[in-house]
């Protein structure tokens, strides 16, 4: 089977360094029927002068108009990228760098793979160890432990290096822009994988330069970035309640081990913490987000 024209997504705000270290990368890729397009979420910080300063035209630029967060940027860049007529989608974070045979590695693993929903690249941390945030899972419980060899089936992951044709994306819908930030990703993975066998890459790698491989925990959270996790408690509750049973178990077991750790382990504000969890995941509950679709033309 043919690939058709490919259009990395880069979601990006404030972040210059990276995003130019993100599309450098880009360029390098061996696959070279290659578009960038840039997903700006109104950074106002000359990011847009940094893009148009590659002068290459597979370079593209389109700011959101206002701080739509990470789901609503990958809304938008999804969106922007079927109606512009690109037949696969590659998103990542702007401090996403891939390993030029990435995106190759990818294409070759789908034509194997015809039927797929999406494919997973393999993350790393600036130190060579797995992105702990990027590892993706293979059941609820559970994420992938073996990250060599051959293609694996996975469920959910994350947007750090995530092939999706625009086939997949006019039937299953576009990610949750009122996420805003966390979760968003593994819904819109496991909305997928919930209709079409979905893989874990190996040979695709990605470097993610995040601050830390530590991933986010409301436990060791500094005090200024509690209010985030208003969005992550109440976004599983979305994804894990259309799971039945067995997602409702993992909601109560999750919210019960955070409250135990928040208050064993928290050094300080051990009552915000708890409260921000359970508000959050009560807010869940009554958290029915309209999942948009790429409008067909006439």
Known sequence: MSIHKI?????????????????????KQTYKDLDILI???????????LVHSFKD?????????QNLGGAGGFQYGIREGVERGYDY???????????????????KTHKQLPNNGFLSSKVLWKDGSMCQMNIPKVSLNRKLTDFEGHAKRIIMTSFVSFFV???????????????????DDFEYSRRISRQYPCYFVPSSIVVHKCKSNTGSNIV????????????????????????????????????ILHLTRCQLK???HKA???????QATLKGFSFHPKIEYVKTKD
Not at 94 to 104: C, R, T, V, Y
Request: hydrophobic share 40%.
């Open 7 to 27: 259009a990395a997504i880069v979601v990006t705000y404030k972040r210059k360094p990276l995003l130019k270290e993100c599309i450098n990368s880009l360029l």
């Open 39 to 49: 997903i700006d979420n109104h950074s106002l910080d000359g990011t847009d002068q």
């Open 57 to 65: 035209d597979r370079v593209l630029y389109q700011d959101t108009g």
């Open 89 to 107: 989608l590659w998103l990542m974070d702007d401090d996403s760098i891939p390993e030029p045979k990435a995106l190759s590695n990818l294409v």
């Open 165 to 183: 044709s625009a086939q997949v994306v006019r039937k299953v819908g576009l990610p949750i822009k009122e996420f805003f930030i966390w979760a």
């Open 220 to 255: 060791n959270d500094s005090v200024d970035r509690l209010p985030r996790y208003r969005y992550a408690y109440r976004n599983e509750v979305y994804v894990y309640r259309r799971e039945g049973f067995a997602g409702w178990i993992h909601l109560a077991l999750k919210t």
């Open 266 to 268: 928290a050094k300080d």
């Open 272 to 278: 915000e913490r708890r409260q921000i969890i359970l």
